[in-house]
């Protein structure tokens, strides 16, 4: 979220959180935050549900790696969960002609999406839709990207492990437990380490190690 008062309640929840179980990883996700400079805020509107995590923008240069990485093209259909602002389908649709989907909750988020599709002259590749990202289909994606948490990512890998075999997958900082990621790399980006992990959904019935 970019609402100032949102971030500070996250980040005392995840403060508690760390101080209380010890989790390294709680941690080092509130200090990931705290570092994160701070952007202008929107218009406060209620999502439809309480977020999964919090608005945190994906840097530019990791955008490019995770599109390098799942080796975008123009044929691709690429669906990003919990698009944010909207730049990962926009840039893919702008450097490769890519067809794009964003989900995400916050009907603020999916606004502010679209006019960014719209000024990038994409809005004819690249849609924004409100919703929830385990409810919704998104079957007919080649390529999907993810910048979420954790425990987000492994709620959804069920749900991905169903897609079409060779379906790519790329994550900003998180893994998805022990399914072995194909590929992995780190970028140092403003002195911050960012991780990108990679994928692709295995033929029915090979198990995702």
């Not at 730049?87 to 502010?112: N, Y």
Request: hydrophobic share 40%; charged share 25%; net charge negative.
């Amino acid at each position: 979220m970019r609402y100032p008062q949102f971030r500070l309640f996250v980040l005392f929840v995840l403060a508690v959180m760390a101080a209380g179980c010890g989790n390294a990883r709680i941690e080092a996700e509130a200090n990931r935050l705290a570092a994160v400079e701070p952007v202008s805020p929107t218009p406060a509107v209620s999502p439809t549900r309480e977020l999964d995590v919090p608005y945190v923008p994906t840097p530019t240069e990791v955008v490019d790696e995770m599109l390098a990485m799942a080796e975008v093209k123009g044929g691709d259909v690429l669906y990003d969960l919990g698009s944010g602002d909207g730049r990962i389908p926009i840039t893919a649709a702008k450097k490769f002609g890519t067809r794009g989907v964003g989900i995400d909750i916050d009907p603020a988020r999916i606004r502010e999406a679209t006019a960014n599709a719209e000024s990038e002259g994409v809005a004819n590749r690249v849609t924004f839709t409100e919703g929830d990202i385990f409810e919704a289909d998104f079957s007919e994606a080649t390529v999907v990207t993810l910048y979420l948490l954790p425990d987000v990512n492994l709620r959804l890998r069920p749900k991905i492990l169903e897609m079409k075999p060779g379906t790519r997958v790329v994550s900003h900082n998180y893994d998805m437990g022990s399914w072995e990621p194909e590929k992995t790399k780190t970028l140092t980006v403003n002195g911050r380490d960012h991780f990108v992990y990679f994928w692709r959904v295995p033929e029915k019935g090979e198990e995702a190690k």
